[in-house]
């Protein structure tokens, strides 16, 4: 199979001329102007939130029992799981003391539901304090299908 033939006209070159060319005519402004006007034009909440979107949120993948995250809940989202009714369970972005941002998928039944119930009646909400503890496989070990993965969560409600 033959490799695609590139023209002039498909080089990121031909591109940047193309718009050079529309912006001295006055038919595309220039996009680094309208950048910069509409970054000096933010309030400094709007900015914060911009802020808060560059950063980097890791998964807390537990893996051992005694593992832990916690910190500030700073939002509480859904994500993608096909294994559940509804298609979605609760992610969890948390805040930890040194500033990192933490994101717990609550895939476990034992964490998703406890999760979901604190929610339901209100008993979670974003700003609260929580550390979420790993405990492990728990369960007969003697018979996998009843083994499942063992959580503890503790919360201090922010009023």
């Known amino acids: 199979m033959a490799d695609k033939q590139v023209s002039f006209e498909d080089t990121p ?4 001329e193309a718009i050079k060319r529309l912006q001295d005519k006055g038919i ?19 900015q914060a939130l911009f802020d808060e979107a560059q950063r980097n949120i ?4 537990p893996d051992e ?9 700073k939002d509480i989202t859904d994500v993608d799981a096909d294994f559940v009714a509804g298609g979605t369970v609760p992610m969890l972005i ?6 990192i941002l933490w994101g717990v998928r609550t895939y476990h039944s034992v964490l998703r539901n406890e999760i979901e119930r604190r929610i ?3 008993r979670l909400k974003v700003g609260d304090m929580i550390v979420i503890v ?10 996998t299908l009843n083994q499942y993965e063992d959580y503890r969560v503790v919360v201090r ?3």
């Open 65 to 73: 029992a005694g593992q832990e995250v916690g910190g500030i809940l």
């Open 94 to 99: 948390i805040e930890s003391p040194a500033g």
């Open 58 to 61: 890791l998964n807390w993948i």
């Open 157 to 159: 409600q922010q009023s």
């Open 134 to 143: 790993y405990r492990g496989k728990g369960g007969d070990p003697n018979r």
């Open 13 to 16: 070159e031909a591109e940047a």
């Open 120 to 122: 339901e009646k209100g």
């Open 28 to 46: 595309l402004p220039e996009q680094t102007a309208a950048k910069a006007q509409d970054f000096e034009h933010r309030s400094p909440e709007l």
